[in-house]
């Protein structure tokens, strides 16, 4: 077999990514992490985390990440900024395209997470960043007193409309059903908000404004029909995530959404392609679940490199 310039090289620098790093470097394995913005992922975005054990009174995303790269650091885990073009994996030794340069290894760990999905109505786009959000924590702030809309009904619809009422005088919770899809503990907290108020069975199908800012949302009740305006100064968009897989082009067989599909080994259709985290076609999708998945993950691509060389 061809020498390649490194035993695995992990795509993407979230809780999965660094983890399956931190496993690869105490390994002693010849590992690079890439990463094509900061280390992080999406739960740099998360405010407060309060259910990754080991840490009592919870911890900010940020903080959490900054805590696995400083461990991965004791290890000596190479990171780099770089953004994997495509990957060619018609060899043993595969080939691994960056932006400036062609990288080859013998395995791969693609974490890669998944990334906000789009609604696709009118307004969306055009206001993106004039007052259609994705994140909280990074727009939030902005609307100090301002009344907000969260559309959805699922764990970061609710968690992120909590934290929005730290700002917010008014959230609305436009959500498509009648029952929330939120843990249990989310929904009781949001139920006692009184800041939180939520819109049952109805669909935004237009967001509104003048030239530079959101003025007001068109909402349709799904079962009456019946539509309205609702005034808000702002719109957050949380309607669940689609898979970060768009580099793959083919090489592994993703679900029918568009997830990573593996074994309990976290082994891909390719051998020596691995997955970890929310790229996954897990059943779950937490923090917790991601760093096991990168145990995992790290391990059998020690293996894999053990029985090939
Ligand atoms: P999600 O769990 O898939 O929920 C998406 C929500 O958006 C659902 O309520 C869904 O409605 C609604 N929705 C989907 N398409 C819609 C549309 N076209 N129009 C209106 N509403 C629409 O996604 P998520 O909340 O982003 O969470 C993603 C993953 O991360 C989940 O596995 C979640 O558990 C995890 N997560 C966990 C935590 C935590 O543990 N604290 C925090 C954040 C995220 P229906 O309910 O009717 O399908």
């Avoid at 840490?55 to 770089?82: C, H, M, W, Y």
């Avoid at 960056?98 to 109505?121: E, N, Q, V």
């Avoid at 593996?262 to 917790?288: H, W, Y």
């Amino acid at each position: 077999m061809k020498k390649a310039d490194f035993d695995l090289v992990i795509i993407g620098g979230g809780p999965a990514g660094l983890t399956a790093g931190l496993y690869a470097a105490r390994a002693r394995l010849n590992v690079i992490l890439l990463e094509k913005a900061m280390p992080g992922g999406q739960v740099i975005t998360s405010d407060w985390i309060e259910n990754y054990p080991g840490f009592p009174q919870g911890l900010s995303g940020a903080d959490l990440v900054q805590n696995i790269t400083q461990q991965t650091k004791r290890f000596d885990l190479n990171i780099e900024s770089n953004e994997v073009i495509s990957i060619d994996c018609s060899e043993n030794v595969k080939k691994v395209r960056l932006a400036d340069r062609t990288i080859t290894t013998y395995t791969i760990i693609i974490a890669t997470g998944a990334s906000p999905r789009k609604l696709g109505i009118p307004g969306e786009d055009r206001f993106y960043g004039k007052g259609v959000s994705f994140c909280a924590t990074c727009d939030g702030p902005f609307y100090k007193d301002l009344v907000v809309a969260a559309i959805g009904g699922g764990n970061t619809a609710l968690q992120e409309s909590l934290f929005l009422t730290k700002f917010a005088s008014k959230v609305y919770i436009i959500h498509r059903r009648d029952e929330l899809r939120a843990t249990k503990i989310l929904q009781e907290r949001a139920f006692a908000n009184n800041r939180i108020e939520i819109v049952w069975d109805s669909v935004v199908t237009s967001i509104n404004g003048g030239l530079t800012n959101v003025e007001n949302i068109t909402i349709k009740n799904v079962k009456t029909k019946a539509t309205k305006e609702l005034v808000v100064d702002g719109c957050f968009v949380w309607v669940g995530i689609h898979p970060n897989t768009e580099f793959l082009d083919g090489c592994v067989s993703l679900d029918e959404s568009g997830f990573v599909i593996a074994n309990l080994k976290m082994e891909t259709s390719l051998p020596g392609v691995f997955v970890a985290g929310d790229v996954r076609n897990t059943p779950l999708r937490q923090i917790a679940t991601a760093v096991g998945d990168a145990a995992i993950a790290a391990f059998s691509a020690e293996h894999y490199i053990e029985n090939i060389k």
